[in-house]
Nanobody, 123 residues
């Protein structure tokens, strides 16, 4: 089970940190990712972290502004979002999949999802 927290309403240029807590043991072979869905749009890839070594990948739209990290002991993944823009407004979801279960950018390859947390950035 994945549970997100940390969403809210902020102004453009502000920062926000989201958390995704995983219940149960997190396998080192997992990849955990963040996706987001704005109203009327498809759910899109934001970034991922490989649990085994902490390496990360990001969508071009957030590269340099967002950072994903993890706390192994707490089974928790974080999404630090800086320099937020109104276009970052969306429901943010965390997800998990096996490391060999297909392209990490494709949402249908993820078996586990959180309930989502709303992030709203005002201009």
């Amino acid at each position: 089970q994945l549970v997100e927290s940390g969403g809210g309403l902020v102004q453009a240029g502000d920062s926000l940190r989201l958390s995704c807590a995983a219940s149960g043991r997190t396998s080192s072979t997992y990849i955990m990712g963040w996706f987001r869905q704005a109203p009327g749009k498809e759910r899109e890839f934001v970034g991922v972290i490989r649990w085994i070594d902490g390496s990360t990948e990001y969508a071009d739209s957030v590269k340099g502004r967002f950072t994903i990290s993890r706390d192994n002991a707490a089974n928790t993944m974080y999404l630090q979002m800086n320099s937020l823009k109104p276009e970052d407004t969306a429901v943010y979801y965390c997800a998990a999949k096996g490391a060999y279960d297909g392209d990490y950018r494709i949402r249908t390859n993820y078996a586990y999802w959180g309930q989502g947390t709303q992030v709203t950035v005002s201009s």
